[in-house]
């Protein structure tokens, strides 16, 4: 019998047409290409044009007061050699590291929330989901009066206990993990949701019959939960390392312009901004952000080629 009847139906309809040597109709064909057409629309105008256009301007100058000439691969020369680049990019994937680490916690709080009898998990569920539909700029304003090195609040709890006072976003050795840590804070609770519905599609069969064996949370967290639980993982940990590697917005917000580390919390797409709308080198500004989509899309494919190690589908 199959687990998904609707699916099996589907199936032995679709060999049973073609055995028939059925085939669809014209109608049928333009009935499903009009439906297509809106996303292949949008598809087309908002990204597969604008990225043909960065492939092209990644090839140019641009003049002072507008217009391109062709320079070759010398924007890409200049990326390549230049050490705020590679700067950049070595505090990017610490970014992603350190957003990776909301997983785990995101999966350890949805576990506890999805225990039986437990109240108030509705509440408990928006509290955690509303710093992620907080806008960025109210967070990072926030959060710099909370590592504020002078009259914030952390430095307040921490001096309680005698710590010293600490300038959290000005210090080169604590700002990237600050900063890391809010983007964790704010980003849990989306990830909480995600596995929170993907425990509910775990059958609590599996559950009652490895209690009635003696088996004890740990033991059927591990057992059951995180292997049927890791399609949610994997596709999590793939969004996760796309938007950590494309974060640009909460630096911008907390690191100020004159700020001593800002060099060492700089993002890639951080420095694209500065190339491109500050110091007008749109050229090579093209070029930084056509390598960073090369690399998320190999990191991508990394991810999708070591999931059929750990990965399992039920």
Not at 144 to 166: E, P, V
Not at 255 to 282: C, H, R
Request: glycine share 8%; with cysteine.
């Amino acid at each position: 019998m199959s687990v998904f009847p609707a699916t099996a139906a589907s199936k032995a309809a679709h060999r049973g047409a073609t055995a028939s040597g059925a085939r669809p109709t014209p109608r049928g064909q333009r009935a499903a290409y009009l439906f297509i057409a809106p996303l292949g629309l949008g598809f087309t105008v908002f990204y597969f044009w604008p990225l043909l256009q960065t492939f092209y301007f990644s090839f140019t100058e641009f003049g002072t007061f507008g217009g391109h000439t062709f320079i070759g691969a010398d924007n890409y020369v200049r990326v390549v050699k230049d050490v705020t680049v590679w700067q950049a990019l070595g505090n990017t994937l610490l970014y992603s590291v350190i957003g990776l680490t909301a997983l785990p916690i995101a999966i350890v709080v949805a576990s506890l929330l999805n225990r039986r009898g437990l109240r108030g998990v509705a509440l408990y569920r928006a509290l955690y989901f509303v710093p992620f539909v907080t806008l960025p700029v109210a967070v990072g304003l926030v959060w710099n009066w909370l590592y504020n090195g002078d009259f914030g609040l952390l430095n307040d709890l921490l001096g309680r206990f005698g710590a010293d006072r600490h300038y959290w976003v000005s210090d080169p050795s604590t700002a990237v993990y600050a900063i890391g840590a809010v983007m964790v804070w704010s980003t849990t609770g989306y990830y909480l949701i995600i596995f929170m519905a993907g425990i509910k599609g775990i059958p609590r069969d599996y559950y009652e019959a490895a209690e009635l064996d003696g088996a004890g949370p740990l033991r059927r967290f591990f057992t059951i939960t995180l292997p049927l639980l890791s399609p949610t993982i994997f596709f999590a940990s793939v969004i996760c390392m796309i938007n950590s590697l494309q974060t640009f917005d909460l630096i911008y917000i907390m690191m100020a312009e004159k700020n001593p580390a800002i060099g060492d919390t700089q993002s890639i797409v951080g420095l694209f901004y500065k190339w491109a709308f500050i110091e007008n080198a749109q050229g090579a500004a093209a070029a930084l952000a056509f390598l960073l989509m090369l690399l998320i899309a190999g990191l991508t494919c990394l991810q999708f080629r070591l999931q059929r190690r750990w990965v399992h589908y039920a």
